[in-house]
């Protein structure tokens, strides 16, 4: 999914670049659509992380508790003694 993505990202700003002309280096232009694609899809990804999974993660860990003896145990009552 994200090849497809970033592959819509780089064609976007090529044919941007052709419309408008901004560079008549092809080889330019297909560097700024690189850039592009990684940067939308590194702030995407991290948005995910910060936003889907580390609130999953801490509800896990507050969830999780370890016994006496070190051994990871859930809180739903099979902690012993």
């Known amino acids: 999914m994200w090849r ?3 592959s ?3 064609g976007a700003v ?3 670049n052709i419309y408008w002309k ?3 280096n092809p080889y330019a232009a297909g560097f700024i659509g690189a850039l592009c694609a990684f940067l939308v899809t590194w702030i ?3 948005a995910y992380d910060l936003l889907i999974l ?3 993660k801490r509800q896990n860990a507050a ?3 370890r016994g006496r003896d ?3 145990a859930e809180r739903s009552g099979d902690l012993i003694g």
């Open 4 to 6: 497809f993505f970033q």
């Open 8 to 10: 819509r990202i780089v």
């Open 14 to 16: 090529m044919a941007a």
């Open 22 to 24: 901004w560079t008549p």
């Open 44 to 46: 995407l990804s991290k």
């Open 54 to 56: 580390r609130p999953r």
């Open 63 to 65: 969830f999780e508790h």
């Open 70 to 72: 070190g051994q990871l």
